[in-house]
T-cell receptor, first 113, second 113 residues
């Protein structure tokens, strides 16, 4: 596709369930970022990949959060044993293009009940 | 650590008028990039304008322009001839090289006919 896609767009999980959020970056983009956006706030960095290598995971809030990009393209953000404070929009962005910008996907809204 | 501050939670403007959104940032780096992103209710984050810190000339994109004051660490966005479609959340963001984006808390812009 022409842009970054994310699925699902909406996810409702019961507290304690595991969830997996998918990001399809723009084809050919080497770098991929995940951000967490709480209601009424700006996005906050979670983790960063260059190809399949996770170069920075300093923003992951706990060891319940895990991200992977095994073939250097699609990435999955997994949250284990979800808690209410995990409720947020999760944004994915891939970096590339002639001006080397981050292009964002539409996000996945996660609600933990 | 770098920080980005947007002190205006909400702004409003009449259609066809001009509005300025404020942003200040803190960094000890000399080489970096600044951005304004627009996020409509649909959530897709869209790049409005970017400024390279090494450039003295203020960036302009059609009706959007910035006032970049490097010494004061200030980066405001001016929207001229405001349109109803400009209504959205606007986020100021900082980035060093190809690193992660650091966002402010956002300004909600309302446009009245």
């Amino acid at each position: 596709g022409a842009g970054v896609s994310q699925s699902p767009r909406y996810k409702v999980a019961k507290r304690g369930q595991d969830v997996a959020l998918r990001c399809d970056p723009i084809s050919g983009h080497v770098s991929l970022f995940w951000y967490q956006q709480a209601l009424g706030q700006g996005p906050e960095f979670l983790t960063y990949f260059q190809n399949e290598a996770q170069l920075d995971k300093s923003g992951l809030p706990s060891d319940r959060f895990f991200a992977e990009r095994p073939e250097g393209s699609v990435s999955t953000l997994k949250i284990q044993r979800t808690q209410q404070e995990d409720s947020a929009v999760y944004l994915c962005a891939s970096l590339g293009g002639p001006s080397y910008e981050q292009y964002f996907g539409p996000g996945t809204r996660l609600t933990v009940t | 650590a770098q920080t980005v501050t947007q002190s205006q939670p909400e702004m409003s403007v009449q259609e066809a008028e001009t509005v300025t959104l404020s942003c200040t940032y803190d960094t000890s780096e000399s080489d970096y990039y600044l951005f304004w992103y627009k996020q409509p209710p649909s959530r897709q984050m869209i790049l409005v304008i970017r400024q390279e810190a090494y450039k003295q000339q203020n960036a302009t994109e059609n009706r959007f322009s910035v006032n970049f004051q490097k010494a004061a660490k200030s980066f405001s966005l001016k929207i001229s001839d405001s349109q109803l479609g400009d209504a959205a959340m606007y986020f100021c963001a900082y980035r060093r090289n190809t690193d992660k984006l650091i966002f402010g808390t956002g300004t909600r812009l309302q446009v009245f006919p």
